[in-house]
T-cell receptor
Framework: RKEVEQDPGPFNVPEGATVAFNCTYSNSASQSFFWYRQDCRKEPKLLMSVYSSGNEDGRFTAQLNRASQYISLLIRDSKLSDSATYLCVVKQASGGSYIPTFGRGTSLIVHP | NAGVTQTPKFRILKIGQSMTLQCTQDMNHNYMYWYRQDPGMGLKLIYY???????DKGEVPNGYNVSRSTTEDFPLRLELAAPSQTSVYFC??????????????FGNGTRLTVT
C-alpha cells in the first residue's frame, strides 16, 4: 500500500461547480498535512495547510480526519483558473526530522 | 527575495555523462530536499538535508549524490547518467523552526533528458 494515495482523476467539472478531492495516508504517526497546486510543467505551490479543526481560505476548504486517516480539499464555485493538479503532502517524523511525502496528484479540469 | 533558485532549467545529457544540479536558497532554511517527478507521477524524494553537513537518503537515492557544505546550497550530483534519470528535478526548502508545520518552498525545476 502506498503511503499517500490520491485518485489521479481527471475530475472534469463545469465552471461554478463544487468539487472535492480526498487523500488517504497509511502512517498513523503522520504529523502535518498540506495541499499544493501544480500547474503543467511548473513547480508545486502551497495552496493551504490542513489543520485538525479544518480550515477555509476563500473558496477552498481543507479537512483532516485522523481516525480514518484522510484529508480532503473542497473547492466551491470552480473557476477556469482552478484547472491544475492538486498534490496532497503528508509529513512524517523520522529520526527527529519531518519528511514530506507526496501523493501522485489529482487532476482538475474546469470547463466553460 | 529570490527564494529557491535552481540551475540549469534544462539539460540534455548523453548516457554516462555526469553533471551537478545546483540549488540555493536565501531564506536561511535548515531543511532542503531534492525530488524527481516523472510524467503523470508524484514527487519522489531523492535526498534531504536537515542542516549544513548533514544529508540522508530518501526514497530513490541510487545514482545520485549530494553535499551540504553551507546552509544556502544543496547541489545534486549525477555521476553516470542513465536514461532512467530523465525527469524533472525539484529542489525545495523549509524552515525547521515550526517543526512539522513548515511548508516546502520550491525552485522552478530542472528538466533533464538523458539520451
Amino acid at each position: 500500500r502506498k503511503e499517500v494515495e490520491q485518485d489521479p482523476g481527471p475530475f472534469n467539472v463545469p465552471e461554478g461547480a463544487t468539487v472535492a478531492f480526498n487523500c488517504t495516508y497509511s502512517n498513523s504517526a503522520s504529523q502535518s498535512f498540506f495541499w499544493y497546486r501544480q500547474d503543467c510543467r511548473k513547480e508545486p505551490k502551497l495552496l493551504m495547510s490542513v489543520y485538525s479543526s479544518g480550515n477555509e481560505d476563500g473558496r477552498f476548504t481543507a479537512q483532516l480526519n485522523r481516525a480514518s486517516q484522510y484529508i480532503s480539499l473542497l473547492i466551491r464555485d470552480s473557476k477556469l483558473s482552478d484547472s491544475a493538479t492538486y498534490l496532497c503532502v503528508v509529513k512524517q517524523a523520522s529520526g527527529g526530522s519531518y519528511i514530506p511525502t507526496f501523493g501522485r496528484g489529482t487532476s482538475l479540469i474546469v470547463h466553460p | 527575495n529570490a527564494g529557491v533558485t535552481q540551475t540549469p532549467k534544462f539539460r540534455i545529457l548523453k548516457i554516462g555523462q555526469s553533471m551537478t544540479l545546483q540549488c540555493t536558497q536565501d531564506m536561511n532554511h535548515n531543511y532542503m530536499y531534492w525530488y524527481r517527478q516523472d510524467p503523470g507521477m508524484g514527487l519522489k524524494l531523492i535526498y534531504y538535508s536537515v542542516g549544513a553537513g548533514i544529508t540522508d537518503k530518501g526514497e530513490v537515492p541510487n545514482g545520485y549524490n549530494v553535499s551540504r557544505s553551507t546552509t544556502e546550497d544543496f547541489p545534486l550530483r549525477l555521476e553516470l547518467a542513465a536514461p532512467s534519470q530523465t525527469s524533472v528535478y525539484f529542489c525545495a526548502s523549509s524552515y525547521s523552526g515550526q517543526g512539522a508545520n513548515s511548508p516546502l518552498h520550491f525552485g522552478n525545476g530542472t528538466r533533464l533528458t538523458v539520451t
